[in-house]
């Protein structure tokens, strides 16, 4: 969520979470994200927290999940310092690999122990684990040590107006600032602290304070080797340094590097991730040609020839249905970025692919043509062609951050959770959706306060400055708020034109994903039907009404084309159940199709740059390497790390209420139980799919077991 430095800091305070807690009522805020409706969170005094109410505390277990996050890619870089560190020798360097590798297999132990945590007493048993394998790393590459050299050599460098950053400084004036809170306010400690609770605190500001001793030692190196970064790996694109794939691969010492690596370049790969990438949600059927985007029949036949081994016939293709567009046009005008440094550029890209004919070896999407600005670029530009598609990877990662993901999920879902928190707690609605929306507040007050806050990771990776970025989040959400009546999962498959597998074979994100949104409208409508026999029970619920009111009103969540008039009632049990799939669908695994995609896909940078670096080329016949567009090695270490810690923490499971205040009528509980055996025949018929050759890479973002309850990342 943030950079490393706030996120400790900001954990270190949370860890003491009992002092958190306020009145159970959440109001709308619209000055964090104007126009949009979200939680209002004021800050609390002194310590400069969020007030929370007590449910919607941030979980040992999640904190847990977030710190074995960051202790991986600490290490990760640990490595990668060590390795360059002129005091090992060769031996060292591999002896310490080895001894980091077994370490973090012991991470991922952990992070399975996490999840099937059940008591206290595990939280803490497995929270000592990782302070134990921190002060083992800690141990044998001599952090402290290293650390009090640098130190000593700054300190005798320093002067008056330089002081230097210390952690341990910070952690202090933390627990000074929570002591006196205390002490001003006596009753905000909203529960005893007994041995367990105080154990787990201990444990937790340990690991803490473990990953800042890793991030301080890494600043510092960082420090000293900045006059010679054009001669490493952290070369800017502004020095007259040339780096290679090979670079990339590097920083990837003890985190995997993900499969795409080998693949991206392929033609029908880079048309795969359309389908089954992290912002599968581009594709739009045409039956007429763009004239935008001029391709004649003659080259269309040129450009099918060469990728699937026969030419095809254009005019056919538009008839059949099997030409499908990626207009990335709502980039237009977005302004270029600069922060931290070095110029970069933001393009809007047109993508035209197609769906080889019936009869075809493979029937795959295949790209037909790019155009960037006035020129268009085809697989026929061998020399540009390569660049064209890295321009069209950037276009889509910075549409996928803010719009689909920032925009359409997480502040899309937002102005449910004050109408939620509304309803009285025995409400059966309260009851089901709660659980969807755990810990989305936090999460997004973490967002607005630093990843899209100027200087902030958005401002500092993606290709646009965050003025532009906040325009379009508001963009992605409002498209949803205010048709709300048109996005349920299955109608935004229909309006694309993209529902029908014998036009578009091979799109796992709408086949996986219809699977998913069946099994949750199924649930969701035994559910409701539990309680709500008749259309005129649904409309003569008070409560109900009173919570789509306030989702409508302009006073309120802000939503338009919500309920079944322009009042946004809901009178029939039918509607009801279509809306709370949706919210449900989108809070759980919408957001897991575009939100873990980040770590196994996006985690590489040269198959998704979030900018680019230098102007993009105007002719396609020119000679271009697409790496010289690509971000500085340090920038993509900075992806890596941000994407790494979005992408790995897997917290709840879809359709696992076990904390959850249901009521346990008979018809419940086997709503309930079908919906959970639904999941589970879906996860292996998932599987299996992935087993096909027709899939060209795994996707396992829709997997049930890999789909969190709610926005919690």
């Known amino acids: ?154 300190d005798a460098n320093a002067t008056d107006s330089n002081t230097q950053f210390s952690f341990e400084d910070e952690f202090q004036k933390i627990d000074a600032q929570i002591a006196e809170h205390l002490e001003e306010n006596p009753d905000n400690i909203s529960f005893d602290l007994d041995s367990s609770e105080q154990i787990a605190i ?206 359409q999920t997480h502040l899309f879902i937002e102005p449910f959770v004050v109408a939620t928190n509304h309803l009285p707690k025995d409400h059966n609605l309260r009851k089901l959706l709660k659980p969807h929306l755990e810990g989305t507040v936090l999460i997004n007050y973490g967002a607005h306060q630093s990843l899209v806050a100027p200087k902030g990771s958005v401002d500092k990776l993606l290709a646009s400055n965050i003025n532009s970025d906040h325009q379009l989040a508001v963009k992605g959400a409002q498209i949803c708020l205010l048709n709300f009546n048109e996005v349920a999962f299955p109608k935004t498959l229909e309006h694309r034109g993209v529902n029908d597998p014998s036009q578009l074979p091979i799109y796992p994100y709408r086949d996986d994903g219809m699977l998913i949104w069946n099994a949750i409208h199924n649930w969701v409508k035994g559910y409701l039907s539990s309680y709500y026999s008749t259309d005129s029970s649904v409309e003569n619920d008070q409560d109900l009404q009173k919570w789509a009111s306030q989702l409508v009103s302009p006073t309120g969540g802000r939503l338009k084309n919500f309920g079944e008039d322009a009042q946004g009632r809901i009178k029939t049990l039918n509607y009801l159940i279509e809306a709370v799939s949706t919210v449900i669908f989108t809070a759980s695994a919408q957001h897991a199709a575009v939100n873990f995609a980040q770590r196994g896909l996006m985690l590489y940078p040269p198959a998704f740059p979030l900018a680019r670096y230098i102007p993009a080329p105007t002719d396609p016949n020119q000679q271009e390497n697409f790496i010289d567009g690509l971000p500085p090695l340090d920038r993509a270490t900075d992806q890596i790390n941000l994407l790494y810690l979005l992408g790995s923490v897997y917290y709840t499971k879809l359709g696992d209420y076990t904390n959850s205040d249901f009521h346990s009528s008979p018809r419940v509980q086997d709503a309930l139980n079908n919906f959970q055996k639904e999941l589970k025949d879906i996860e292996q018929q998932i599987r299996q799919r992935n087993q096909s050759s027709e899939r060209l890479l795994a996707y396992e973002y829709l997997l049930p077991s890999k789909i969190p309850q709610s926005i919690n990342i």
């Open 1 to 154: 969520m943030l950079n490393q430095q706030d996120l400790l800091l900001l954990l270190y305070k949370l860890v003491d979470r009992y002092i958190l807690t306020q009145g159970d009522r959440y109001e709308y805020n619209y000055n964090y994200l104007n126009p949009l409706a979200m939680t209002d969170v004021p800050k609390m005094p002194l310590i400069n927290l969020p007030r929370l109410p007590k449910d919607e505390l941030p979980s040992r277990e999640w904190l847990l999940l977030v710190l074995k996050a960051i202790s991986v890619y600490n290490i990760n870089n640990t490595s990668k310092a060590s390795g360059g560190n002129v005091s090992f020798s060769t031996d060292d360097v591999d002896s310490d690999s080895i001894f980091l590798s077994d370490k973090l297999n012991s991470l991922e132990t952990i992070e399975q122990q996490i999840n099937e945590v059940k008591t206290t007493e595990n939280v803490n048993d497995i929270a000592f684990q990782l302070v134990s394998t921190l002060k083992e790393v800690n141990e044998h590459l001599s952090i402290n040590e290293q650390i009090d050299e640098y130190r000593s050599h700054n």
């Open 202 to 407: 201990a444990n937790l500001k340990n690991i803490i304070r473990y990953n800042a001793q890793l991030l301080e030692l890494a600043d510092m190196q960082a420090t000293e080797n900045a006059e010679d970064a054009a001669n490493v790996n952290f070369g800017s694109v502004g020095d007259n340094y040339s780096h290679t794939l090979e670079d990339y691969d590097n920083l990837f010492r003890l985190i995997t590097k993900p499969e795409i690596s080998a693949k991206f370049q392929q033609d029908i790969v880079f048309a795969y991730m359309q389908v089954a990438g992290p912002n599968p949600v581009m594709l739009k059927q045409i039956k007429t040609a763009d004239p935008r985007l001029p391709i004649t029949g003659e080259q269309y036949q040129q450009i099918t020839a060469k990728i699937i081994g026969k030419a095809d016939s254009l005019d056919v293709a538009l008839q059949e249905g099997r030409i499908y567009l990626a207009d990335y046009s709502l980039l237009e005008g977005m302004a270029n970025g600069n922060f931290p440094r070095d110029q970069k550029y933001i393009y809007a890209p047109l993508g035209l692919f197609a769906v080889p004919p019936v009869g075809s070896s493979s029937r795959s999407l295949i790209p037909v043509a790019i155009k960037i600005q006035q020129a268009v670029f085809t697989p026929l530009h061998t020399g540009t062609w390569m660049s064209a598609k890295s321009i069209l990877q950037m276009a889509d990662s910075n549409y996928h951050e803010v719009y689909s993901h920032l925009g």
